[in-house]
């Protein structure tokens, strides 16, 4: 069975993270198949409405590091880059539902949604400083805005998990309802939304989201670069070092 399900009913494609035994953490493989399953949902005139969900336990612990490891992302077209662009500029609603971890790129693509409804067991973490990388997915500018700059410098530089209720007071999440009752929830609510004229909902998504595209994808790209280039110093090499012998790594040499 593949670690991505793809579900169409009711105007709504459901992509579910389905690598349960990983922690749902993403490969290459499913970043192309998300990344492919949003170019087909834009194109399809049934599809209104796009919901990515995970378990009840977890959402995604983030890349799958080994995987990343032998084949990191070094070009604009990587699967990793392409699911983001293709987030970024999709043109209907994007709706999410998280419960459990949402670690790295599980937290950074929620920017890019819409809607968001977490299970009060979800905890956001954004820890790329503690692998010695810097933001990805437009975060470094859209944190700040959505966040404030103290709270998105205590996301970002330290990199600590937090939780459902935080989420909510920044406004990152719309509700958090219980873990059991969260996918369910938003796809209901992504149901409404695709019961709506499809005209007046992408009109709606591009006037709001008018002002800040050019900035997310000048962002966006400028990240990439920075993020390459740093996953080949040192202090990444530790993080990643350590993190497959676990133990902690020391950066007091780098």
């Not at 790129?105 to 954004?126: E, K």
């Not at 600590?160 to 369910?184: D, K, Q, W």
């Not at 992408?202 to 990439?224: F, I, N, S, W």
Request: aromatic share 8%.
């Amino acid at each position: 069975m593949s670690d991505i399900l793809v579900h169409a009913e009711a105007g709504v494609m459901t992509l579910t993270f389905n690598r349960l035994d990983k922690k749902n953490s993403i490969t290459r493989s499913m970043y192309a198949e998300l990344a492919d399953a949003l170019e087909r949902a834009e194109q399809d005139d049934t599809v209104r409405a796009v919901l990515i969900q995970g378990d009840a336990t977890i959402f995604s612990a983030g890349n799958d590091i080994g995987d990343f490891l032998n084949a990191p992302p070094s070009t604009p077209e990587s699967p990793v880059f392409r699911f983001l662009q293709n987030m970024a500029r999709f043109p209907k609603p994007l709706v999410a539902a998280v419960c459990g971890p949402a670690v790295g790129i599980g937290t950074t693509m929620l920017f890019h949604c819409d809607l968001v409804y977490a299970g009060d067991n979800a905890a956001f973490s954004m820890p790329f400083v503690n692998l010695g990388l810097c933001p990805e997915a437009a975060s470094s500018l859209l944190v700040p805005q959505m966040f404030g700059y103290h709270r998105a410098a205590e996301a970002l530089l330290l990199g600590e998990p937090f939780m459902a209720e935080a989420a909510l007071e920044v406004g990152l999440v719309n509700r958090v309802v219980p873990p059991t009752e969260a996918n369910a929830f938003a796809q209901a609510q992504a149901r409404k939304l695709a019961a709506k004229p499809l005209s007046a909902l992408v009109e709606t998504k591009r006037l709001m989201k008018k002002a800040q595209q050019p900035a997310v994808v000048e962002r966006m790209g400028e990240e990439g670069q920075s993020f390459g280039r740093m996953l080949r110093e040192p202090a990444a090499k530790e993080a990643f070092t350590a993190f497959m012998e676990k133990r902690k790594p020391d950066f007091s040499k780098v």
